[in-house]
């Protein structure tokens, strides 16, 4: 079973450039966020969404868009990349109910 | 805005003792959930917890909620080292909002 898959692991990005964090579930699940994770902070919610073509802000949204066209994929996009955005990014998804979250192996990206 | 605290942040105990984490959350919630995490690994989920005294057991953890004090427990019985980890605890904001909100962890470290 495959659950969540992030791509890539890892990535160093100068700054000013741009990617795109790839997530992807096969569960079938509605709802999936996007965290970062800083040393100490705990998860900090960037993006979230309900189902595809439906997105919402989470506590640190600047920097970053997301879109949900499939139920399956929610990409996260860093525009003009800071070392602000130096962080390990996690993808979790979860069904209806009260669902646990299922997250993803994580990207680890350093911004230079 | 949800604030959830834990407490302690750091913990070292011995082989065989007994000791809680204490995760206190600002707004009503009856959801709650705690999570796992190893060092360079993603997180994992311990306990679901959904109502007023809901108890929950596995191993040698325990976790408890009191949606009255806004507080969750996760009491550790007689700790092993393989119990040393990061532990997270996890509440949703109200009013219709998915926004799953992290404390910031308690990492543990169990001694021989």
């Known amino acids: 079973n495959a659950g969540v898959t992030q791509t890539p692991k890892f990535r160093i990005l100068k700054i000013g450039q741009s990617m795109t964090l790839q997530c992807t579930q096969d569960?079938?699940?509605?709802?999936m966020y996007w965290y970062r994770q800083d040393p100490g902070m705990g998860l900090k919610l960037i993006y979230y969404?309900?189902?595809?073509?439906?997105?919402d802000k989470g506590e640190v949204p600047n920097g970053y868009n997301v879109s949900r066209s499939t139920t399956e994929d929610f990409p996260l996009r860093l525009e003009l990349a800071a070392p602000s955005q130096t962080s390990v990014y996690f993808c979790?998804?979860?069904?209806?109910?009260?669902?646990?979250?299922?997250f993803g192996s994580g990207t680890q990206l350093s911004v230079l | 805005e949800l604030k959830v605290e834990q407490n302690p942040l750091f913990l070292s105990m011995q082989e065989g003792k007994n000791y809680t984490i204490y995760c206190n959350y600002s707004?009503?919630?009856?959801?709650l959930y705690w999570y796992r995490q190893d060092p360079g690994k993603s997180l994992e989920s311990l306990f679901v917890?959904?109502?007023?005294?809901a108890v929950k057991q596995e191993g040698r953890l325990m976790a408890s909620l009191d949606t009255k004090a806004r507080l969750s427990t996760l009491h550790i019985t007689a700790a092993v080292h393989d119990l040393s980890a990061t532990y997270f605890c996890?509440?949703?904001?109200?009013?219709?909002?998915?926004?799953?909100?992290f404390g910031k962890g308690t990492k543990l470290t169990v001694n021989p």
């Open positions: 979790a998804s979860r069904g209806t109910g009260y669902e646990k979250l299922f």
């Open positions: 569960m079938n699940h509605n709802y």
């Open positions: 969404s309900v189902g595809a073509g439906i997105t």
């Open positions: 707004t009503t919630s009856d959801r």
């Open positions: 917890l959904l109502s007023n005294g």
């Open positions: 996890a509440v949703y904001t109200q009013g219709g909002s998915e926004k799953l909100v």
